[in-house]
């Protein structure tokens, strides 16, 4: 039973953080997909740019890893950023044509792929392993908690004022979430912890690899791999949900948007705090495959409800499956590497397979939507799940010691001794 630790200072900090770190990661998200169609886009069109942008997210989310595990400056890392974010949102405002969008898309998925790593980065170096699973799960929940009002601000600024207020929305969140990392104090961060080493001597001078790690540890590839299936049809569905609902005519299109993400992130709060809970009696593994599980349900449920009161459903089941992995994803990944001194080399091979299902996902679904119609496009999607679901369940016995409620604490040694060489 792990001793109670005081609270580090910066955790006030570090929480309002991950409040106003929302559009950091997914920019003005399904937003741009209605302001695009407004602007005479089709929908094959609008997934293309967006997944020029994810592509360009999977290229550098491994090296920024390398860069949380080796850097001692994490919090200018979060405010670069940020700069990235508000400038992407200029650039949209400023051209709506095909290759300023794709360059803003590109900074934006810099910004996303970059800001987990450093916040996990910032988390571990603050908590430790002993602390990281709650305070992650408090963090999402906190993260969530702001998706939801920006999604509310930004539904209600674009019904009064147009689409374009909900960009300097956006803004606003990046300069809040720079001065907000900047009130954690640097020298409360152990660069140490951050990467993975415990108490045991000759920290910094372990070697940092990149996507080798994630190939030299099975365990580490088949949660990769489930993750990539996942957001191959995850990533899609609600940028296409709203594409279907607006498309049919039914209400404002920035309503209906802010709508949805609303729903989704209220319920990913109160499902963060429950993987939380669950994980710490249970481990991680059933929290694993019940979000993989929500997948396929609600792509059937957005196929025959392509209207606007389908939107509680659908976006419910989105609210489960990501808010369960953003709790048990990270706390996995540092399991596994805890004692190599590269947990944020792995956090990010993770994030860079998730990334390539979700880059792919957008185009993939735009188009099956503009050649098959919207229904069929989201039984497709959902259908990518039920690999998830098959391969977790395959190799349970391989994932169930990173998933259990023993695999955790500050020992420096690592669960998987063998795969990592």
């Known amino acids: 039973m792990s001793t109670a630790q005081p609270r580090p200072a910066g955790q006030r900090a570090l929480q309002s953080l991950n409040f106003f770190m929302a559009d950091m990661q997914a920019g003005v998200g399904p937003f741009l997909g209605v302001f695009l169609l407004a602007h005479g886009w089709q929908s094959g069109w609008i997934g293309s740019v967006m997944s020029i942008g994810g592509v360009a997210g999977i290229l550098v989310t491994a090296p920024a890893g390398a860069w949380v595990d080796s850097s001692r400056h994490k919090r200018r890392m979060v405010a670069i950023c940020g700069v990235c974010s508000m400038l992407a949102s200029g650039i949209i405002l400023l051209s709506q044509s095909f290759w300023p969008v794709a360059i803003s898309q590109v900074a934006t998925a810099i910004a996303g792929a970059a ?66 990392v900047y009130c954690i104090p640097g020298k409360s961060i152990d660069d140490r912890a951050a990467r993975g080493i415990g108490g045991r001597g000759g920290g910094d001078e372990v070697a940092v690899r990149g996507l080798s790690v994630l190939f030299n540890c099975r365990p580490l590839l088949i949660l990769a791999a489930c993750l990539a299936l996942f957001h191959l049809g995850n990533a899609a569905m609600l940028p296409l949900y709203g594409l279907a609902v607006v498309s049919a005519g039914h209400g404002n299109p920035a309503v209906f948007v802010a709508l949805t993400i609303v729903i989704a992130q209220a319920t990913m709060v109160l499902t963060a705090l429950v993987a939380m809970r669950m994980s710490e009696k249970k481990g991680m593994w059933l929290v694993m495959l019940i979000s993989f599980a929500a997948l396929p349900i609600r792509g059937v449920i957005a196929a025959g409800m392509a209207q606007s009161w389908g ?9 489960v499956g990501a808010g369960l992995q953003s709790v048990a994803v990270p706390t996995m990944v540092a399991r596994i590497m805890n004692g190599t001194g590269r947990v944020n080399v792995a956090q990010g091979a993770v994030m860079t397979a998730q990334g390539l299902g979700a880059a792919l996902s957008p185009a993939l679904g735009g188009w099956l939507a503009q050649w098959n119609g919207y229904g069929p496009a989201f039984l497709i999607l959902g259908a990518f799940a039920i690999g998830a679901v098959v391969l977790w369940t395959a190799f349970a016995n391989e994932l169930r010691p990173a998933c259990s409620v023993e695999a955790s604490g500050d020992s420096g040694t690592t669960v998987f001794h063998a795969e990592l060489g």
């Open 115 to 180: 800001i987990g790593p450093a916040v996990a980065g910032i988390t571990l170096g603050l908590f430790r392993q002993a602390g990281f699973n709650r305070q992650n799960g408090i963090n999402q929940a906190w993260n969530h908690a702001g998706n939801a009002l920006g999604a509310g601000l930004s539904g209600w600024l674009g019904w009064q004022l147009g689409l374009p207020a909900v960009f300097a929305l956006s803004v606003l969140f990046g300069l809040a979430s720079i001065a907000s």
């Open 311 to 319: 939107v509680f459903p659908v976006q419910i089941l989105d609210g």
